[in-house]
T-cell receptor, first 113, second 113 residues
Framework: AQKITQTQPGMFVQEKEAVTLDCTYD???????LFWYKQPSSGEMIFLIY??????QNATEGRYSLNFQKARKSANLVISASQLGDSAMYFC??????????FGTGTRLLVSP | NAGVTQTPKFRILKIGQSMTLQCTQD?????MYWYRQDPGMGLKLIYY???????DKGEVPNGYNVSRSTTEDFPLRLELAAPSQTSVYFC????????????FGPGTRLLVL
């Protein structure tokens, strides 16, 4: 069964430091996509970054990068130079057929001054 | 473009009441989805649609119904509200294609008492 696992319920980082949020996935489908979303306290879902299973390079979007290790089935999100506004819930998700998404349980990130 | 809009933003229902959550997108996306998010959890797929007139069940469809008479609208119906349906409901839409993210609405917070 396709599944996403996020083992860190909460993470704490100081401003300007880098932080890695873990995500492992399970699928037998050779074609899949992995997403990270941010959910601030206001509740909306904000798309951050996408990695396709056939992409040769790790995805990057500004301060966000995705450390994709296919053999280990991991897709960790790295946030460089954390900012106070990065405090939020972060969800890893995997794309199934018809673009459906299966989500992990999330990691709450708290950035302190 | 408004993107994905949802109404209402918040609703309190009594056990056994019915209601329809509205979702509209103006991006001409064929794919639309309904998710629920329970407190402290990730999103779970309720129903999805790949085009007008075509709908299918997701992971947690019990207690819900959907219809898709137009490309733009994808309403979610709760027939006999139960406390277990207290949740935040997100509607999303997507284009077809591998790397396309889903665009989420702002969510509807539902409380069943």
């Amino acid at each position: 069964a396709q599944k996403i696992t996020q083992t860190q319920p909460g993470m704490f980082v100081q401003e300007k430091e880098a932080v890695t949020l873990d995500c492992t996935y399970d699928t037998s489908d050779p074609s899949y996509g992995l997403f990270w979303y941010k959910q601030p306290s206001s509740g909306e879902m904000i798309f951050l970054i996408y990695q396709g299973s056939y992409d040769q390079q790790n995805a990057t979007e500004g301060r966000y990068s995705l450390n994709f290790q296919k053999a280990r089935k991991s897709a960790n999100l790295v946030i460089s130079a954390s900012q106070l506004g990065d405090s939020a819930m972060y969800f890893c998700a995997m794309r199934l057929d018809f673009q459906k998404l299966v989500f992990g349980t999330g990691t709450r990130l708290l950035v302190s001054p | 473009n408004a993107g994905v809009t949802q109404t209402p933003k918040f609703r309190i229902l009594k056990i056994g009441q019915s209601m329809t959550l509205q979702c509209t997108q103006d991006m001409n996306h064929n794919y639309m989805y309904w998710y629920r998010q329970d407190p402290g959890m990730g999103l779970k797929l309720i129903y999805y649609s790949v085009g007008a007139g075509i709908t299918d069940k997701g992971e947690v469809p019990n207690g819900y119904n959907v219809s898709r008479s137009t490309t733009e609208d994808f309403p979610l119906r709760l027939e006999l509200a139960a406390p277990s349906q207290t949740s935040v409901y997100f509607c999303a839409s997507s284009r077809e294609g591998g790397g396309e993210t889903q665009y989420f609405g702002p969510g509807t917070r539902l409380l069943v008492l």
